[in-house]
């Protein structure tokens, strides 16, 4: 046995008996490596039954136990392994909650090195019309663009991320907070599996594992830690999406907003994070492909507004429609001195003006055609 | 004849005969004062034909026509002329537009006085009905609050934030592209006509002028300049409520942004200006207050979202429940080991959670109720 093999399959324990999140266990691996921080955690302790559940672990049978369901582990060195995920060794949370997981658990052909370039996308599960609408057309574009869309597979604002990618043939991955072996939501096993089967469902619970409400909270670091950056397309004030935004910030990644109607529930914690300057606004996939992309890459123009017909007017007639009154009509000598030009030049434009419908001749005087 | 009444007086001929946005008489009168710069202005020029219109007006006559109306005119120095306006001496756009004008004509028995503090509310004239929802709210709570509601008299947003205000029974006032005795647009009748006898109507232009395109860019100057801050509620990309909020942010006064659904025409405008962090996100007139109190006033309590019936729960319930498993139930000891609690205390919370609806516990295992 290398001992990379000996190191592996520590980390195969240690994510098996340890919970996820558990940044103290963490920073130990990444200080002395897996092997010694393993040895140290099997050292009973008055208070806890870790050394205990670490005792009863049997790496090499959990490896073949998955591998049977198709399910690979990866820990960093490995060629597949999100060299990303190292940074969240810098970024725990209160409480010592956060560190990068021993391992990952993965269900699917996918290779993780496809996650270059990996937007994040989540919501809201109790998404809205105009949530689901947004996240289509974000996870549009960025699939079609080839960035992979990852998101948590919950109902909602997921699903569709999820979905959309799919749908325009792009690479989309779910972090679940149970094992990948497991399908939660019920709703969502058709996705799931699909995943699962055609590209990747990751996890760092190994299999079997059920989800629980911290095991939520820590599997929200590892979508923001796989990804360039964090788009929130819908989330009230104090929604899961929002926990997800806030790792992205604690690691120093682009969280994105869409903004939506104040009056909107689940809009709210959007709009609070664009508020508080937590969050650059993002209105289309383009803009997220700009703030992911490497420094003069997919760059955006700035939005224009729709040409107007009066744009097409030459400098002349631009200046005289700007001194033709909205209602009452003026008289050409008004017009022109307003304008300073001389009054040939001035009826000569206001002719041309009143061809394009600009404005309207009446009672001998000009005034603006309705609408202009 | 005093010095002051012959600058009043020629401030009255400049006001006539000059347009409104005129950079360079404006700089003249502050460099020099109105009566120089008026001589200097009355000496004819071979491409303009200012002096000559400057020559045929007769102030006196004007203010006593205006009198007649019940129109007053103000000007620097005056108790009533607001002196924020003079800020636009500093704050010239493109081409030297801008300038502070030579004086304001006022309809309307409110003294501009009145105007401290008081807030700009501004928006697209196609506004949307969620537009309309949040400029009566944000309006409503100004007025109540003692902030004055300045807006453009417009159809849309412009009427409701007047009209809201009204119904508060706070203070508005309107700023017009035509004289203060005129009505534009005729929709409004019935609400300038009540401006006009129950508040006030302000302009730059003189009595029986006519709006052009080119006075409304004028005019929203003074939006800006007489108001503590800007809001815009809804903007297309090319809205003219921009524009107020251009000159707002050329006087290094706040602007406040509505944020709106991406989909939404008019919410496009608004949602850019935050992208490109021009502006601040408000939801709500308390964030406006907050913005434009003096620093320590008004100050907003971050919203927190709804309390949930798990915030109630003790240390050690809470501490449970986030090991519950979601779906397949638990039994006891695992939970008590992933909570670091004994047994006892384990169960105890438990039941103690399962009386309160949080879990249920199935085939002798523990798992969360459903929705929470």
New interface residues.
């Given amino acids: 046995m290398t001992t990379s093999e000996a190191e592996r399959l520590a980390r195969v324990t240690l994510s098996c008996g340890v919970?996820p999140g558990d940044g103290t266990t963490s920073a130990l691996i990444c200080q002395i490596g897996a092997v010694r921080a393993l040895e140290r955690s099997l050292v009973p302790k008055p208070?806890?039954?870790l050394a205990e559940?670490l005792a009863s672990i049997d790496p090499v049978r959990q490896l073949e136990q998955a591998d049977r369901c198709g399910i690979r582990f990866l820990v960093p060195g490995d060629p597949e392994w999100p060299t990303e995920l190292d940074h969240l060794d810098d970024a725990a949370g209160d409480d010592g909650f956060g560190g990068t997981p021993p391992g990952l658990w993965v269900k699917g052909p996918m290779p993780l090195t496809a996650l270059d370039p990996a937007v994040a996308v989540v919501g809201s599960r109790a998404a809205s019309v105009?949530g689901v609408?947004?996240t289509r057309m974000l996870c549009d574009h960025l699939a079609t663009a080839g960035a992979a869309v990852v998101s948590g597979g919950a109902r909602g604002i997921d699903f569709v991320a999820h979905d959309a990618a799919l749908r325009a043939g792009g690479a989309t991955v779910a972090v679940l907070a149970c094992g990948v072996d497991r399908v939660?939501p019920?709703q969502n096993r058709p996705l799931l599996q699909h995943l699962g089967s055609e590209l990747a469902v990751v996890s760092e619970q190994p299999p079997g594992s059920?989800?629980?409400?911290?095991r939520f909270l820590a599997r929200n670091r590892l979508i923001a830690a796989l990804t360039t950056g964090t788009v929130i397309v819908e989330a009230?004030?104090?929604s899961g999406a929002l926990n997800t935004a806030g790792w992205a910030e604690l690691l120093s990644r682009p969280v994105m907003c869409?903004?939506?109607?104040?009056?909107s529930y689940t809009?709210?914690?959007v709009?609070?994070w664009?508020?508080q300057g937590r969050g650059?606004?993002?209105?289309?996939g383009s803009?997220i492909l700009e703030l992911i992309g490497r420094a003069g890459e997919h760059l955006v123009e700035e939005?224009?507004?729709?040409e107007?017909p009066r744009d097409a007017l030459t400098r002349v007639e631009q200046q005289v429609?700007?001194?033709?009154?909205?209602?009452?009509p003026?008289e050409v000598d008004s017009i022109a001195?307003?304008s300073?030009l001389h009054v040939r030049e001035t009826v000569g434009a206001l002719r041309r003006l009143r061809a394009k419908r600009f404005v309207l001749l009446e009672d001998g005087g000009w005034r603006?055609a309705p609408d202009v």
Same sequence: chains 1, 2.
């Fill in positions: 919970e208070d806890s039954l559940r105009y609408e947004m939660y019920a059920a989800p629980t409400r911290r009230a004030l104090r869409v903004p939506g109607p104040v009056t809009s709210q914690g709009n609070n664009v508020r650059t606004v993002v209105t289309h803009e939005p224009r507004g729709e107007r429609l700007e001194w033709v009154p909205v209602s009452t003026a001195t307003h300073s603006l």
